[in-house]
């Protein structure tokens, strides 16, 4: 069965950076729609970067010019670089998935919510002191 499996997680200040990585097994990340939801204490998990089948990536506005998603094709490894970390930026970050036969749109995969992913890693913690 398909597994993501994150890692990378910590506590750290504000201000410093943590690189969050998703390895995926069973499942090829090349030319699918994946991305990363943090989910924050009593909330839901929301978006806030996605890479489609094309490369072209996505990102929340609380997060454009400080995080970076990219994949290494050759690892089937997703990755989240993290710079200038805020406390609000605390969550359980999770990695996401499309289903393998699923067909998207041009566009589609920046606009996904939680409900059109169908594969889940476990969730690495990421815990942003002030």
């Known amino acids: 069965q398909v597994q993501l499996v994150e890692s990378g997680g910590g506590s750290v200040q504000a201000g410093w950076s943590l690189t969050l990585s998703c390895a995926a097994s069973r499942y090829t990340t090349t030319n699918k729609c994946v991305g990363w939801f943090p989910q924050a204490p009593g909330k839901d998990r929301e978006g806030v970067a996605a890479?489609?089948?094309?490369?072209?990536?996505s990102y929340a506005d609380s997060v454009k010019g400080r995080f970076t998603i990219s994949q290494d094709n050759t690892k089937n490894t997703l990755y989240l670089q993290m710079n200038s970390l805020k406390p609000e930026d605390t969550a359980m970050y999770y990695c996401?998935?499309?289903?393998?036969?699923?067909?998207?749109?041009?566009?589609?995969?920046?606009?996904?919510?939680?409900?059109?992913?169908?594969?889940w890693g476990q969730g690495t913690q990421v815990t942003v002191s002030s």
């Open positions: 996401a998935a499309q289903a393998v036969t699923q067909w998207l749109s041009p566009g589609r995969c920046a606009t996904m919510s939680e409900a059109d992913f169908l594969y």
């Open positions: 890479i489609d089948s094309d490369g072209s990536t």
